[in-house]
């Protein structure tokens, strides 16, 4: 979405956050633990070089398949800092998660419609 959507005017840096971020934590009754940088949340923080190119390669993905529909595209713009729950989990391409670190989030039974 960065690519084909930021960098050629389509949407605004703030428009890809609430379609990546805000909105998918308001329809799943996640927000605003999730979704927001607030007193209160979850400090869920990525930081984003938007200059960054990379060619995707699912080898180099923090997935369990060995595929990736985008794989060999030219993408521009990438995490480079991950933090959840204000811990870092990914640095470059460096995966700092521990087994067993993941959270049951309730969720809200009426998540406000967007």
Do not use: C
């Not at 794989?71 to 700092?96: I, K, M, N, T, Y």
């Amino acid at each position: 979405m960065w690519t084909y959507g930021v960098n050629t005017g389509r949407i605004s840096a703030n428009r890809f956050v609430e379609l990546t971020a805000t909105n998918p934590a308001k329809i799943f009754g996640l927000y605003p633990r999730k979704g927001t940088l607030a007193p209160g949340s979850d400090a869920d923080v990525v930081v984003w070089d938007p200059a960054a190119e990379l060619t995707v390669d699912w080898r180099q993905m923090h997935m369990r398949v060995d595929h990736n529909v985008y794989d060999g595209r030219r993408l521009r713009g990438r995490p480079r800092q991950v933090f959840v729950r204000g811990e870092l989990l990914v640095d470059g391409s460096a995966w700092h998660g521990r087994r067993g670190a993941g959270t049951f989030l309730q969720r809200s039974s009426h998540a406000p419609v967007i």
